[in-house]
């Protein structure tokens, strides 16, 4: 009986790992800066989406009630899993307009992240400072995945810190400073390929061991 038990623990373990390599969760950021001596990190979130057709849907939110906007969002993609991005105004909230390339070349600060951020595409808002993303709106980018890749590497490579989404807010709080904010790396070495395989053959022979003869 324990046998069957430790192959259905390390088969449904195995299954979870498998399973959050192909589900966007909400992306959370961490602020890296501090020249307001407050930490707004709580007011930004992003997410990936498959958009289909060999794209992806990559949007960032700015939380309602919040005290600034995102001038400038940006993609470190070190294994090239894009091809290029572009802003998408339908998916985006009325008012915001952003332009690709736009903004400083890298985030502000970025070689405070861990490991330094390293922008390969940029967007950045339009103009006036209205045209950012103000509490409660969303900015949607369109990127066009490279042949061969998917959703589930990008996702991969963002547990690995290989994939990083870096936003710059402006405007924050009573001194309308600026920080830089870029989501966190993992907490845990994620596991890799051969370590998931061996977990399922783990729970395989566990199972068989558990067969009456």
């Not at 979870?16 to 930490?39: C, E, L, P, R």
């Not at 904010?181 to 566990?206: H, I, K, N, Q, R």
Request: charged fraction near 15%.
């Amino acid at each position: 009986m324990r046998s069957v038990r430790l192959g259905f623990v390390c088969a449904s373990l195995a299954s979870s790992i498998v399973a959050t390599t192909s589900t966007a969760g909400a992306i959370t950021f961490d602020q890296i800066t501090n020249n307001s001596g407050q930490n707004y990190a709580d007011d930004f979130s992003a997410s990936i989406t498959d958009a289909g057709s060999g794209k992806v849907w990559i949007r960032f939110m700015n939380a309602p009630g919040a005290s600034g906007l995102i001038g400038t969002v940006y993609i470190d993609d070190d294994d090239s899993n894009l091809v290029s991005i572009e802003f998408s105004a339908a998916q985006s909230s009325p008012g915001v307009l952003f332009e690709v390339g736009s903004g400083p070349p890298n985030l502000p600060a970025g070689n405070l992240a861990n490991p330094a951020f390293d922008a390969h595409f940029r967007a950045g808002k339009k103009g006036a400072a209205s045209n950012g993303v103000d509490a409660g709106e969303t900015l949607a980018l369109l990127a066009t995945l490279q042949a061969g890749s998917s959703v589930a590497e990008i996702l991969a490579d963002l547990a690995q810190s290989r994939f990083r989404l870096a936003l710059h807010g402006q405007s924050l709080g009573p001194g309308e400073d600026s920080e830089s904010f870029v989501d966190p790396p993992p907490l845990d070495p994620p596991l890799s390929a051969p370590a998931t395989a061996f977990l399922f053959a783990l729970g395989a022979w566990a199972a068989l061991r558990g067969r009456p003869r």
